[in-house]
């Protein structure tokens, strides 16, 4: 996570390997070690590339938490989730699939959903909640800009009737049916659940993957989310996302039946 990172703020600052490299004044290897994990900047260089880059304040104490987590086999701690990895993988896979069981996915999530007390994770105070909007918004633009991107999205039916009893459900089903006009393939699992399993997202990269953009899956159960490259367990969980298409109806199928 910490390498990703890393690679994530790069991007982010709009710079290749050697337009990095010639600004913190090292060797492309350099660069491309740290992204990949076969070395590590000190503490204090990670606060001069944070100036460099032009990072905020949130981002620079994000990055020097998964430096102090860096060596754990699991990142796990009382932070709420944020996954900023995904905004990069959200703009460069073509084939993105999620699952969501219990909330509106976050590409998904209109400004009073994701501020909804209902929702809203209790650790999160109003600069965390502001943060992650923030990103959800750069995430949503990202993604919508896409052409060409097959997008697949399973919710469980938890999340309608969850939905159904917020004041701002009326819009939020608006902005899903939105998306749907745009080519996004929505998609409820109505309950009882056939399988038993967390939320995850897909990234599949269209044709032969390469070593810069393999396939992954990423998931979360509570204070915890985890990147998995391993192709046994991405057989595992793209044969569920099959069985999910297979069983599940479209969200206007859904919502025109109730």
């Known amino acids: 996570m910490f390498a990703k990172e890393l690679q994530v ?31 590590t900047p000190r503490e204090l260089a990670i606060e001069g590339l944070c100036n ?5 304040e949130a981002q620079r104490k994000y990055l020097l938490w998964l430096y102090a987590q860096r060596d754990s086999p699991d990142i796990v701690s009382t932070h709420i ?13 073509q084939r993105i699939y999620k699952h969501e069981l219990l909330f509106v996915p976050g590409v998904l999530q209109i400004e009073d959903y994701h501020r909804a007390p209902e929702i809203s994770d209790p650790r999160a105070g109003e600069g965390d909640l502001e943060r992650v909007w923030d990103l959800r918004v750069r995430r949503q633009k990202a993604l919508q800009a896409r052409r060409g991107a097959n997008i697949k999205i ?4 938890g999340v309608l009737l969850g939905l159904n009893r917020l004041p701002c459900a009326t819009q939020q089903i608006e902005h899903m049916l939105k998306m749907v006009h745009r080519g996004w393939d929505l998609r409820v699992e109505r309950l009882p659940y056939g399988l038993m399993y967390t939320g995850f997202d897909l990234f599949l990269p269209t044709g032969q993957s390469t ?12 204070d915890k989310f985890e990147y998995v490259e391993s192709p046994q367990r991405l057989r595992e969980y793209k044969s569920m996302f099959d069985h999910l298409m297979n069983t599940s109806v479209s969200l206007e199928e859904y919502l025109n039946a109730d």
């Open 211 to 222: 070593p810069d953009m393999p396939p992954f899956t990423y998931y979360e159960v509570p």
């Open 52 to 56: 460099r880059y032009e990072a905020g």
């Open 154 to 157: 399973v919710m469980g039916e």
């Open 81 to 93: 989730h944020e996954p900023r990895p995904l905004f990069i993988a959200e703009q460069y896979y």
């Open 9 to 39: 703020m790069r991007l982010e600052a709009g710079l290749s390997i050697a337009e990095a490299a010639n600004l913190l004044g090292m060797k492309d290897d350099g660069i491309r070690k740290w992204e990949k994990g076969e070395s």
